[in-house]
């Protein structure tokens, strides 16, 4: 492992990101943020080859950013920290409640996503480059 020096510990506070919570909560309702969710690419996708999802709009882009870092977090504390186990189930019904669960909080657009493939290629469009340091 290389020492790449000091690296300085930063005190960060829930009062810290009130602001961007403030922003995102007054950027739109929860339609407007559904109906700027990627979308199926019909012309872009070759015969038989992958889904192409459009790439969403800044706004939309950077509040479900936040909101899937949030969650990222709540998850990892739960199961490092706290060391809460998670129910197994089969993958196809733990498919179901994610894409569900992604619907209802405007992450896919209602009835575009409908399997783990789906899934991947339409965060495959948008999460990656926005998670980059």
Request: aromatic fraction near 8%; glycine fraction near 6%; charged fraction near 30%.
């Amino acid at each position: 492992m290389v020492n790449t020096g000091e690296v300085a510990t930063i005190d960060l506070t829930v009062d810290n990101l009130k602001g961007e919570e403030e922003k995102i909560d007054n950027l739109a309702n929860d339609e407007t943020l559904i109906n700027k969710a990627p979308m199926q690419d019909k012309k872009k996708r070759p015969k038989g080859g992958r889904l192409v999802f459009t790439k969403p709009p800044d706004d939309w882009a950077s509040a479900k950013t936040w909101e899937f870092v949030q969650i990222q977090s709540l998850i990892n504390l739960f199961t490092t920290t706290y060391g809460v186990k998670v129910k197994t189930m089969q993958a196809p019904k733990r498919n179901e409640f994610a894409i569900k669960c992604c619907e209802l909080h405007a992450f896919f657009r209602k009835g575009e996503v409908k399997n783990k493939a789906h899934m991947d290629d339409n965060i495959g469009q948008w999460l990656p480059a926005l998670l980059q340091p």
